[in-house]
C-alpha cells in the first residue's frame, strides 16, 4: 500500500511498499526531475531527468501512481512565445476582419494565452497574462490604434482567461488529452460557450467608453462568435500537439500525397462554391459538400488536421461572400459573416466529437499493442524461467537422484554376493529394476535440459531426440539437417530442439503417424524448421474454434521472441506440416 507524499524542504518524498519516490520540487513548476529509490529490493538510485507531461512513478507489485505535471520551460522562453504568439494571432485576426469590411471571423489571441495558462502552473500565469496584454496593446498601437482605448478592450478580452483556465485545469487529466467526452464537453462549455459569451459582454461595455464603437468592433453576436471560433479551432489542436499520447504525434508526417490531395480537395470546394453556392435548391447540398473533406482530414491527422482545414474553408467562404458569391450569402454582410461563423462553429464540434472517437480508437490500438508487448515480454520471462528450472531439475536429477540410485545398484550387487543363493534371482530382478530407473531418469534428465544440445551442437542434439533407444519403433524420424545449424545462437537452437521436442511427443499422442520428417537449414535470409507427418491430421477450420493446447502456444511465442515467424497447416487425413523461420538478426 502506498502511504501520502510528505514535503521536506524541496524534496517530496513518496513513500510505498518498495519504493521511494524523491521528486525534487523547484519554485514555480512541478516534477523537475525525480529519483526512484528501490526499497526493499536492493536496487540503486537512478535519475529521470526527462520532461514529460505525467511523470510516473514505478510502485512495486505493478501499480503506478500519475503524478500530473506542467511545463519545465523557462519562464522566459513562455513569456516571449506568448507574446509572439498572441501577436501573429492578432495580425491574423486583423487581417480577415479588416477583409470582412469591419466585421471578425475568428479571434486567437485569446485561445493563445489559455492553452499557455493550462500548460503551466499557476504561479506563471501573471506574466504570461502580462505578456499577451504588451503583445496586443503592442500590435494594436502599430495599426495606429489609441493606446488608451487599446488597452481597455485588451484587458477585458483577457481578463476571464485564467478563470477559465483554473476551470479547465481542474477538470481530470487537466485536459491533458482530449479522449473521452466528459473533458471534450467540459471544454466546449468553458471555453466555446461561457468564456467567449461573458467576455463579449465585457468587450461590448468596454467599447462604450473608447471610439472603437461601431468601427473596430461589432456587436455582441459578432465578437462572441468570433472569440468562440478561435478558442474552438486553436485549443484542440494546441492540446493534442501538446499531448505525447495524441494519436497525431503517432501518425507520422503527412505525406505529400496527401497533402496534395487535401489541396486538390479544397479547392474543387471553392469551385463548386463559386459556380453552385448561390442555387437555394442547392443549399443543403452545399452546407454539406465540405463533410468528406472534413472527415478525411480528422482520419488521417486527427483535430489538428480538421481544425487547419475548416479554417481553411471558413475563409474561402467568407471571402466568396463577401464578393457575392458561395452558400453562405446573405442580406448584409455581418449576416454573412455570422453564416460563415456559424457553420463553422458547428462544424467544428462536430469534427471534435469524432477526433475524439477517432483518438479512443488510437488509443485503445495503442493499449492493446502495450499489452500485447507486456504479454510478449511476460511469455518470454516465463520460457526463460522454464528453460532454468528445467535445467535444474536435470541436476538434481543426474547428479542426486541418478547417482543414489547407482548406489543403490552397487549396494545391491554387493548384497548379492551375502545372501542365500536362492535369493540371488530376486536380488538380481531388484537391481535390473533400479538400472531401468536410472536410465529412465538419466533420459529424463536429457529432455529437461539436453547437454548434448551445449556440447556436441544442435545437428547431433537432434540425431538424439529423433533416435532416441526408447522411441516407439512405429514411428520413423527422418533428420534432414547440415552442419551449418550447429552455427545458430544458442537461443536459436534451443528454440528448434524444444519444437522439435513437442512435435514429435504430438505426432506419437495424438497423430497416429508412420512417419515424420524433420529438416533444419541455414541460409542467407535465416534459419528454418519444417516437419511434417503422415498422421490424421485435423481440420484447422476447427481446430480454431477450440483452445490451442500449451505446445502450440509455446511454439508460437518461441518463435515470436525471437522475431520469426510460425505456421501450421494441416487437414483431416493429410498429417500436419510445420514450418519455422528465425531471422539471424531479430527484428
Same mark, same amino acid.
Given at each position: 500500500?502506498?502511504?501520502?507524499?510528505?514535503?521536506?524542504?524541496?524534496?517530496?518524498?513518496?513513500?510505498?511498499? &518498495?519504493?521511494?519516490?524523491?521528486?525534487?520540487?523547484?519554485?514555480?513548476?512541478?516534477?523537475?526531475?525525480?529519483?526512484?529509490?528501490?526499497?526493499?529490493?536492493?536496487?540503486?538510485?537512478?535519475?529521470?531527468?526527462?520532461?514529460?507531461?505525467?511523470?510516473?512513478?514505478?510502485?512495486?507489485?505493478?501499480?503506478? @501512481?500519475?503524478?500530473?505535471?506542467?511545463?519545465?520551460?523557462?519562464?522566459?522562453?513562455?513569456?516571449?512565445?506568448?507574446?509572439?504568439?498572441?501577436?501573429?494571432?492578432?495580425?491574423?485576426?486583423?487581417?480577415?476582419?479588416?477583409?470582412?469590411?469591419?466585421? =471578425?471571423?475568428?479571434?486567437?489571441?485569446?485561445?493563445?494565452?489559455?492553452? +499557455?495558462?493550462?500548460?503551466? +502552473?499557476?504561479?506563471?500565469?501573471?506574466?504570461?497574462?502580462?505578456?499577451?496584454?504588451?503583445?496586443?496593446?503592442?500590435?494594436?498601437?502599430?495599426?495606429?490604434?489609441?493606446?488608451?482605448?487599446?488597452?481597455?478592450?485588451?484587458?477585458?478580452?483577457?481578463?476571464?482567461?485564467?478563470?477559465?483556465?483554473?476551470?479547465?485545469?481542474?477538470?481530470?487529466?487537466?485536459?491533458?488529452?482530449?479522449?473521452?467526452?466528459?473533458?471534450?464537453?467540459?471544454?466546449?462549455?468553458?471555453?466555446?460557450?461561457?468564456?467567449?459569451?461573458?467576455? +463579449?459582454?465585457?468587450?461590448?461595455?468596454? &467599447?462604450?467608453?473608447?471610439?472603437?464603437?461601431?468601427?473596430?468592433?461589432?456587436?455582441?453576436?459578432?465578437?462572441?462568435?468570433?472569440?468562440?471560433?478561435?478558442?474552438?479551432?486553436?485549443?484542440?489542436?494546441?492540446?493534442?500537439?501538446?499531448?505525447?499520447?495524441?494519436?497525431?504525434?503517432?501518425?507520422?508526417?503527412? &505525406?505529400?500525397?496527401?497533402?496534395?490531395?487535401?489541396?486538390?480537395?479544397?479547392?474543387?470546394?471553392?469551385?463548386?462554391?463559386?459556380?453552385?453556392?448561390?442555387?437555394?435548391?442547392?443549399?443543403?447540398?452545399?452546407?454539406?459538400?465540405?463533410?468528406?473533406?472534413?472527415?478525411?482530414?480528422?482520419?488521417?491527422?486527427?483535430?489538428?488536421?480538421?481544425?487547419?482545414?475548416?479554417?481553411?474553408?471558413?475563409?474561402? @467562404?467568407?471571402?466568396?461572400?463577401?464578393?457575392?458569391?458561395?452558400?453562405?450569402?446573405?442580406?448584409?454582410?455581418?449576416?454573412?459573416?455570422?453564416?460563415?461563423?456559424?457553420?463553422?462553429?458547428?462544424?467544428?464540434?462536430?469534427?471534435?466529437?469524432?477526433?475524439?472517437?477517432?483518438?479512443?480508437?488510437?488509443?485503445?490500438?495503442?493499449?492493446?499493442?502495450?499489452?500485447?508487448?507486456?504479454?510478449?515480454?511476460?511469455?518470454?520471462?516465463?520460457?526463460?524461467?522454464?528453460?532454468?528450472?528445467?535445467?535444474?531439475?536435470?541436476?538434481?536429477?543426474?547428479?542426486?537422484?541418478?547417482?543414489?540410485?547407482?548406489?543403490?545398484?552397487?549396494?545391491?550387487?554387493?548384497?548379492?554376493?551375502?545372501?542365500?543363493?536362492?535369493?540371488?534371482?530376486?536380488?538380481?530382478?531388484?537391481?535390473?529394476?533400479?538400472?531401468?530407473?536410472?536410465?529412465?531418469?538419466?533420459?529424463?534428465?536429457?529432455?529437461?535440459?539436453?547437454?548434448?544440445?551445449?556440447?556436441?551442437?544442435?545437428?547431433?542434439?537432434?540425431?538424439?531426440?529423433?533416435?532416441?533407444?526408447?522411441?516407439?519403433?512405429?514411428?520413423?524420424?527422418?533428420?534432414?539437417?547440415?552442419?551449418?545449424?550447429?552455427?545458430?545462437?544458442?537461443?536459436?537452437?534451443?528454440?528448434?530442439?524444444?519444437?522439435?521436442?513437442?512435435?514429435?511427443?504430438?505426432?506419437?499422442?495424438?497423430?497416429?503417424?508412420?512417419?515424420?520428417?524433420?529438416?533444419?537449414?541455414?541460409?542467407?535470409?535465416?534459419?528454418?524448421?519444417?516437419?511434417?507427418?503422415?498422421?490424421?491430421?485435423?481440420?484447422?477450420?476447427?481446430?480454431? =474454434?477450440?483452445?490451442?493446447?500449451?505446445?502450440?502456444?509455446?511454439?508460437?511465442?518461441?518463435?515470436?521472441?525471437?522475431?520469426?515467424?510460425?505456421?501450421?497447416?494441416?487437414?483431416?487425413?493429410?498429417?500436419?506440416?510445420?514450418?519455422?523461420?528465425?531471422?539471424?538478426?531479430?527484428?
Amino acid at each position: 500500500m502506498g502511504f501520502p507524499p510528505r514535503v521536506i524542504g524541496n524534496l517530496r518524498v513518496h513513500f510505498c511498499e &518498495s519504493v521511494i519516490g524523491i521528486t525534487l520540487v523547484g519554485r514555480g513548476e512541478q516534477a523537475a526531475h525525480r529519483i526512484v529509490i528501490a526499497g526493499c529490493r536492493g536496487g540503486s538510485p537512478r535519475r529521470d531527468d526527462r520532461p514529460s507531461w505525467h511523470a510516473r512513478f514505478g510502485v512495486a507489485g505493478g501499480a503506478v @501512481a500519475d503524478i500530473p505535471a506542467v511545463s519545465t520551460r523557462s519562464l522566459t522562453v513562455w513569456c516571449g512565445g506568448v507574446f509572439a504568439g498572441v501577436s501573429l494571432a492578432q495580425v491574423l485576426s486583423a487581417a480577415l476582419w479588416n477583409h470582412q469590411n469591419g466585421t =471578425h471571423i475568428v479571434w486567437f489571441p485569446g485561445a493563445v494565452l489559455l492553452g +499557455a495558462m493550462v500548460a503551466n +502552473a499557476w504561479q506563471r500565469w501573471a506574466a504570461l497574462f502580462f505578456s499577451a496584454f504588451v503583445g496586443l496593446v503592442a500590435t494594436g498601437v502599430a495599426f495606429g490604434l489609441p493606446l488608451v482605448d487599446t488597452a481597455l478592450v485588451i484587458i477585458a478580452a483577457l481578463l476571464l482567461v485564467p478563470v477559465a483556465a483554473a476551470l479547465l485545469r481542474q477538470m481530470p487529466d487537466a485536459l491533458t488529452r482530449l479522449d473521452d467526452f466528459t473533458r471534450l464537453g467540459g471544454l466546449v462549455l468553458v471555453a466555446v460557450v461561457i468564456l467567449p459569451a461573458v467576455s +463579449a459582454m465585457l468587450v461590448e461595455h468596454a &467599447s462604450l467608453y473608447t471610439a472603437f464603437r461601431g468601427t473596430v468592433l461589432s456587436d455582441w453576436a459578432n465578437i462572441a462568435m468570433a472569440h468562440s471560433l478561435g478558442y474552438v479551432l486553436y485549443l484542440p489542436v494546441w492540446l493534442s500537439l501538446r499531448n505525447p499520447e495524441a494519436a497525431v504525434r503517432h501518425a507520422g508526417p503527412l &505525406s505529400p500525397l496527401y497533402v496534395g490531395f487535401m489541396g486538390t480537395c479544397l479547392i474543387v470546394l471553392g469551385l463548386v462554391w463559386y459556380a453552385l453556392g448561390g442555387r437555394p435548391a442547392l443549399m443543403p447540398v452545399m452546407c454539406l459538400a465540405p463533410a468528406p473533406v472534413v472527415i478525411f482530414a480528422i482520419v488521417r491527422a486527427q483535430m489538428t488536421g480538421s481544425s487547419i482545414t475548416i479554417f481553411i474553408i471558413a475563409l474561402m @467562404a467568407a471571402h466568396l461572400s463577401v464578393h457575392g458569391y458561395g452558400p453562405f450569402l446573405a442580406d448584409t454582410p455581418p449576416n454573412s459573416t455570422l453564416a460563415v461563423q456559424l457553420w463553422s462553429l458547428l462544424a467544428a464540434l462536430c469534427a471534435m466529437i469524432l477526433s475524439v472517437v477517432v483518438e479512443q480508437r488510437y488509443s485503445s490500438r495503442r493499449a492493446l499493442g502495450r499489452a500485447h508487448e507486456d504479454l510478449r515480454e511476460l511469455a518470454g520471462r516465463l520460457i526463460a524461467t522454464q528453460e532454468q528450472e528445467r535445467a535444474r531439475l536435470a541436476r538434481d536429477l543426474h547428479d542426486d537422484i541418478n547417482q543414489r540410485l547407482a548406489a543403490s545398484s552397487i549396494g545391491l550387487s554387493a548384497l548379492r554376493r551375502r545372501v542365500d543363493p536362492t535369493l540371488h534371482a530376486d536380488v538380481n530382478h531388484l537391481r535390473e529394476l533400479l538400472v531401468s530407473i536410472s536410465e529412465d531418469v538419466r533420459q529424463l534428465s536429457r529432455q529437461l535440459h539436453p547437454s548434448v544440445l551445449e556440447h556436441a551442437g544442435l545437428r547431433d542434439a537432434l540425431e538424439a531426440l529423433c533416435h532416441a533407444p526408447r522411441r516407439a519403433c512405429a514411428l520413423e524420424i527422418v533428420l534432414i539437417a547440415d552442419r551449418g545449424v550447429d552455427r545458430l545462437a544458442n537461443d536459436i537452437a534451443l528454440c528448434f530442439y524444444r519444437v522439435t521436442q513437442e512435435a514429435i511427443a504430438n505426432a506419437l499422442r495424438h497423430a497416429a503417424a508412420t512417419r515424420l520428417t524433420v529438416k533444419a537449414s541455414v541460409d542467407a535470409d535465416g534459419a528454418s524448421l519444417w516437419i511434417f507427418d503422415n498422421g490424421r491430421g485435423f481440420d484447422p477450420v476447427e481446430g480454431a =474454434h477450440a483452445r490451442p493446447g500449451l505446445g502450440l502456444i509455446s511454439m508460437n511465442e518461441r518463435a515470436k521472441l525471437l522475431g520469426g515467424r510460425f505456421e501450421l497447416r494441416s487437414a483431416p487425413g493429410k498429417g500436419v506440416d510445420l514450418w519455422m523461420h528465425i531471422p539471424l538478426e531479430p527484428s
